[in-house]
């Protein structure tokens, strides 16, 4: 069941507003340093869903996503796909997704509205393939979330992790998932997003080094890349058929074979592809 999302939409607000654009999606010249009460208000709104999915191990509420792309929509010069997504119109999750990317790819978007692509992006993700939602924990207990940005380096990690509490206060673990994420890139991110990857835990690279599968920009690339499906004719010839040939009964066959084996973490604009992540439920049963 969808809860009511609490970022705080205002239906007056036009869509140009160029002032509300340079407090919440990227600085543009000429504005001041100081943001006003409502872009802290939408901010802190916006990123407490990230963080509240993150926690859950889910995607964003359609609520929630909505509620992102209604003041993501601001930052779009050309195209309707982010508004008519937030207004909760019928729309093309690739046109969504384009202009996402369009977005993240100017140099001056804040490192908060760059996290809230990524999760918007997830929920894009999850609507279209369900079956690759990544797993939860068999036991969710003590386990710890975390979102941090680091300035210095440029980088957002989102982590998850249990074991020794001093491990996780003293920043002991979140170093650790730095140091993995700058060694391993993009990918790297995604796999520490895995609601079973236990940052805490000395093998993650073992982990990472068996699970990950590829990073791809949409969802034809990876099932292009990754399976192959054919079509047999009267003379009993087969014919390679794309994804985007794929009728959508085909597809939905595609998309539950896939779910059985791997999970998909979207980050940075792309998809990115793992085995079937065990390791939290192994540490349980031993």
Not at 216 to 233: G, I, K, N, P
């Amino acid at each position: 069941m969808e809860r009511d999302s609490h970022i705080p939409r205002d239906p007056e607000r036009r869509p140009d507003d160029q002032h509300l654009r340079a407090e919440i999606i990227e600085r543009l010249p000429g504005t001041g340093e100081h943001a006003s009460h409502r872009a802290i208000e939408v901010i802190g709104a916006m990123m407490g869903a990230c963080v509240m999915a993150h926690t859950e191990g889910r995607p964003l509420s359609t609520e929630d996503a909505r509620g992102v792309a209604h003041f993501l929509a601001l930052g779009i010069d050309k195209g309707t796909a982010l508004r008519d997504f937030a207004d909760g119109r019928e729309v093309d999750v690739d046109e969504v997704r384009s202009e996402c990317l369009e977005l993240a790819s100017r140099p001056n978007v804040y490192p908060e509205t760059r996290e809230v692509l990524n999760w918007l992006d997830g929920h894009l993700l999850d609507a279209v393939v369900p079956q690759l939602r990544p797993e939860l924990p068999a036991d969710e207990t003590q386990w710890r979330h975390l979102i941090s940005y680091k300035e210095d380096l440029g980088l957002t990690v989102a982590i998850h992790g249990r074991g020794d509490e001093a491990l996780f206060e003293d920043g002991t673990v979140l170093d650790r998932a730095e140091r993995f994420a700058l060694d391993h890139g993009i990918p790297g991110v995604a796999y520490l997003r895995l609601p079973t990857t236990d940052t805490s835990r000395p093998d993650v690279e073992r982990g990472f080094a068996s699970d990950y599968v590829g990073s791809y920009a949409d969802l034809a690339e990876l099932f292009d890349t990754t399976t192959r499906v054919f079509q047999l004719d009267d003379d009993n010839h087969t014919t390679p058929v794309s994804y985007r040939e794929l009728s959508d009964d085909a597809r939905r066959q595609l998309h539950e074979g896939a779910g059985e084996h791997w999970s998909a973490v979207a980050v940075a604009g792309q998809i990115h592809l793992f085995k079937k992540n065990h390791y939290a439920e192994e540490e349980i049963t031993k």
